[in-house]
């Protein structure tokens, strides 16, 4: 095995190395994009809950009033909007949350972008220095 082979199979591993971070950085970054999407659904099923559940409380509120011959109130009405007030508030912090978690798999998809392309470029360059040999090598003195 001649100087030649081993240059060039060294070149070719620094690329073969490069090209397999790339892929499995691009696999990575797929799988953040669909957690992503994920996400995204989540909160807006999360936000979708929470109005369907706060209906359902107000009308079950009502339907009490109604059962016992009460008709809504000042009193009642500031219960009910308490009610509202509340359940609109934690509707936003859980959907603010998944937001949340959306955006930080969106990020990690990006870095994961930027790891693949970075390892592609190392991978290159770490093979330059043997390409570079080997045809300085064949080039002779």
Do not use: W
Not at 65 to 78: I, K, S, W, Y
């Amino acid at each position: 095995m001649g100087p030649e082979v081993a240059l060039a199979a060294t070149a070719g591993s620094a690329l073969l190395k490069g090209m397999s971070a790339r892929a499995a950085a691009k696999g990575e970054k797929k799988q953040s994009e669909i957690n992503s999407f994920i996400g995204r659904t989540r909160a807006i099923q999360t936000g979708t809950a929470a109005a369907q559940t706060l209906e359902g409380d107000l009308g079950s509120f009502r339907a009490a009033l109604g059962a016992n011959g009460q008709a809504p109130n000042v009193g009642t009405m500031e219960v009910m909007n308490d009610l509202r007030e509340a359940r609109d508030r934690e509707s936003r912090i859980n959907v603010g949350n998944r937001n949340s978690e959306a955006a930080d798999q969106r990020m990690s998809a990006k870095n994961a972008g930027y790891r693949g392309r970075a390892a592609m470029l190392g991978g290159i360059i770490k093979a330059g220095p043997s390409l570079f040999d080997m045809y300085e090598l064949r080039k002779g003195p």
